[in-house]
């Protein structure tokens, strides 16, 4: 991925950044152009919304076999996060041992390295979760 | 809307057919249907091409216009489309050149699906499976299409009990099928307990959990049905085609253990097809981890949810229970060229109400399904066929 693709997501990476429609109140994350509940009624009314960066396991895997940019973290503990302001992302969990991971179990967002474009490329920060 | 048949099928051997280029592969599908359906070049009025990724594995875009030339439909200019949606590819390739003939737009319309994937490395082809889920918000931070399956399973077994071994049977039953399909890139009997050793891709998929890397191509002829008769004793009509979306990332669905496209799509194609799920002899569906498998069970409607792992278990999919899925060996056995499962599954369907599966014909089928997904489920593409 080329730098300036990366920064445009910055904000969402870095700060948990969503949005909330103006017109209904739901929040979204990551940003999306229009809220899915109030379609054309939400344009122009989607405000930047920050989460707090906690939230629970839904489902999670042990990944084994992974691209070359994650590589040098297999096996690696991947999950889908239900945040407490209602969305759902997907992130990996870590300071733990992957066997004591469990669906329902409460985590906070940390800022993380994720990974690197090579050894002397880029190195792309974002969230991962860790136990509460 | 016109009635459509179908009057020809090809397929490929699939594998790693390191001596077949993708433009072969394509051209030998296109062939054989071709033959099948004792029409030459010359009659074709549309080409659609389902392939999901020939930009990555072979760095060739615009392989509609490749396929066209190479099967010489070029010089009459005859009008090619490549479709392109994900791991779906070919199924809506089939969709399309169906809605071609049923508005009446075309005649003859030839579809395939086309895919090589043993010409790229390993990891560009884990990197073009997972570009099938939302790359900025799912790839970007490990979550390959194995890992995203595995999640579905790991909520599967929370809510419904399903177990590691029940997964294993899907692989078991699709393999013991695949042997009796002459085309299969695997033809080998595997056993519950080697599936669930086998080494770990993503917990709990095993190796044996996922479909191969494969090669291959397939390819249908559909013409007007009150035409088909001057090409073959044999039609097969298209009785329902259904299409659907859902969230591209797997975290925004409302479940893990259900795939809404796939529900919407066979409810449009049962209505369509005035056919309910008790209808199907026989259906080929997107096993590309097992888990799919047992998923688009429950959302076809073959079982109520959290039913589908104990029925497979248990032989109600198999060649000779209440209903087999997947006789073509699926994805797991008969391999998962990428673009060209959706209209291998095609092929399979005509085989078995045509008559002529051989030794995985399903005794006196009348009415298939197919069922072919894109990634984790962001399209489904459901189609019923029946025997004219």
């Given at each position: 991925?080329?730098?300036?693709?990366?920064w445009?997501?910055?904000?969402?990476?870095?700060?948990?950044?969503?949005?909330?429609?103006?017109?209904?109140?739901?929040?979204?994350?990551?940003?999306?152009?229009?809220?899915?509940?109030?379609?054309?009624?939400?344009?122009?009314?989607?405000?930047?919304?920050?989460?707090?960066?906690?939230?629970?396991?839904?489902?999670?895997?042990?990944?084994?076999?992974?691209?070359?940019?994650?590589?040098?973290?297999v096996?690696?503990?991947?999950?889908?996060?239900?945040?407490?302001?209602?969305?759902?992302?997907?992130?990996?969990?870590?300071?733990?041992?992957?066997?004591?991971?469990?669906?329902?179990?409460?985590?906070?967002?940390?800022?993380?390295?994720?990974?690197?474009?090579?050894?002397?490329?880029?190195?792309?920060?974002?969230?991962?979760?860790?136990?509460? | 809307?016109?009635e459509?048949?179908?009057?020809?099928?090809?397929?490929?051997?699939?594998?790693?057919?390191?001596?077949?280029s993708?433009?072969?592969?394509?051209?030998?599908?296109?062939?054989l249907?071709?033959?099948?359906?004792?029409?030459?070049?010359?009659?074709?009025?549309?080409?659609?091409?389902?392939?999901?990724?020939?930009g990555?594995?072979?760095?060739?875009?615009?392989?509609?216009?490749?396929?066209?030339?190479?099967?010489?439909?070029?010089?009459?200019?005859v009008?090619?489309?490549?479709?392109?949606?994900?791991?779906?590819?070919?199924?809506?390739?089939?969709?399309?050149?169906?809605?071609?003939?049923?508005?009446?737009?075309?005649?003859?319309?030839?579809?395939?699906?086309?895919?090589?994937?043993?010409?790229?490395n390993?990891?560009?082809?884990?990197?073009?499976?997972?570009?099938?889920?939302?790359?900025?918000?799912?790839?970007?931070?490990?979550?390959?299409?194995?890992?995203?399956?595995?999640?579905?399973?790991?909520?599967h077994?929370?809510?419904?009990?399903?177990?590691?071994?029940?997964?294993?049977?899907?692989?078991?039953?699709?393999?013991?099928?695949?042997?009796?399909?002459?085309?299969?890139?695997?033809?080998?009997?595997?056993?519950?307990d080697?599936?669930?050793?086998?080494?770990?891709?993503?917990?709990?998929?095993?190796?044996?959990?996922?479909?191969?890397?494969s090669?291959?191509?397939?390819?249908v002829?559909?013409?007007p049905?009150?035409?088909?008769?001057?090409?073959?004793?044999?039609?097969?009509?298209?009785?329902?085609?259904?299409?659907?979306?859902?969230m591209?990332?797997?975290?925004?669905?409302?479940?893990?253990?259900?795939?809404?496209?796939?529900?919407?799509?066979?409810?449009?194609?049962?209505?369509?097809?005035?056919?309910?799920?008790s209808?199907?002899?026989?259906?080929?569906?997107?096993?590309?981890?097992?888990?799919?498998?047992?998923?688009?069970?429950?959302?076809?409607?073959?079982?109520?949810?959290?039913?589908?792992?104990?029925?497979?278990?248990?032989?109600?999919?198999?060649?000779?229970?209440?209903?087999?899925?997947?006789?073509?060996?699926?994805?797991?056995?008969?391999?998962?060229?990428?673009?060209?499962?959706?209209?291998?599954?095609?092929?399979?369907?005509?085989?078995?109400?045509?008559?002529?599966?051989?030794e995985?014909?399903?005794?006196?089928?009348k009415?298939?399904?197919?069922?072919?997904?894109?990634?984790?489920?962001?399209?489904?593409?459901?189609?019923?066929?029946?025997?004219?």
């Open positions: 991925m080329a730098g300036v693709r990366f445009r997501e910055i904000q969402s990476r870095y700060n948990l950044v969503g949005v909330k429609c103006g017109n209904c109140g739901t929040i979204d994350f990551p940003p999306r152009p229009l809220c899915l509940k109030c379609h054309r009624e939400s344009v122009g009314k989607m405000e930047p919304y920050q989460l707090s960066g906690l939230g629970e396991v839904v489902s999670y895997t042990i990944v084994h076999d992974a691209p070359k940019h994650l590589s040098m973290q096996p690696y503990v991947l999950a889908i996060i239900k945040m407490e302001e209602g969305p759902s992302l997907t992130g990996q969990i870590l300071d733990m041992d992957p066997k004591d991971v469990k669906i329902g179990m409460k985590v906070r967002a940390t800022l993380r390295r994720v990974s690197e474009e090579s050894p002397s490329g880029v190195i792309y920060y974002g969230y991962k979760f860790v136990p509460l | 809307m016109r459509v048949a179908v009057i020809g099928i090809g397929v490929t051997k699939f594998g790693e057919l390191w001596d077949k993708y433009r072969e592969l394509a051209i030998e599908a296109g062939l249907a071709m033959k099948d359906a004792k029409i030459s070049s010359e009659d074709i009025d549309a080409m659609y091409l389902g392939n999901m990724s020939a990555r594995l072979v760095e060739q875009e615009h392989v509609g216009a490749l396929a066209a030339d190479y099967a010489g439909l070029v010089t009459r200019n009008p090619s489309t490549r479709i392109e949606a994900a791991d779906a590819s070919g199924g809506l390739a089939f969709r399309h050149g169906y809605l071609a003939v049923a508005s009446g737009m075309h005649d003859i319309v030839v579809v395939g699906g086309a895919e090589k994937m043993t010409d790229a390993d990891m560009q082809v884990v990197e073009t499976l997972a570009s099938s889920s939302d790359v900025e918000w799912e790839a970007f931070f490990g979550g390959t299409l194995p890992a995203l399956f595995a999640m579905m399973a790991r909520r077994m929370h809510e419904y009990g399903t177990t590691k071994a029940q997964l294993a049977s899907v692989a078991v039953k699709n393999h013991k099928h695949g042997m009796k399909n002459p085309n299969a890139q695997f033809r080998n009997e595997i056993k519950v080697a599936v669930v050793k086998a080494t770990m891709v993503a917990d709990p998929l095993g190796l044996f959990d996922c479909s191969p890397l090669d291959g191509a397939a390819a002829i559909l013409c049905l009150d035409k088909a008769k001057k090409y073959t004793d044999k039609p097969v009509k298209v009785i329902g085609s259904g299409q659907a979306s859902d591209l990332a797997l975290h925004d669905r409302k479940s893990l253990t259900s795939i809404s496209s796939t529900v919407a799509a066979a409810k449009r194609a049962f209505e369509q097809a005035k056919k309910k799920p209808d199907i002899d026989v259906a080929e569906l997107h096993d590309s981890y097992t888990i799919a498998e047992i998923i688009s069970i429950e959302d076809l409607g073959f079982s109520k949810p959290g039913e589908a792992a104990k029925g497979v278990e248990n032989g109600e999919f198999s060649l000779g229970g209440r209903l087999p899925i997947n006789t073509s060996g699926g994805l797991k056995a008969r391999g998962h060229p990428l673009g060209a499962t959706g209209v291998a599954q095609v092929v399979e369907i005509v085989h078995q109400l045509r008559g002529t599966a051989g995985r014909q399903v005794k006196d089928a009415v298939g399904l197919t069922h072919n997904l894109g990634g984790t489920g962001g399209t489904a593409v459901v189609h019923i066929f029946e025997r004219a």
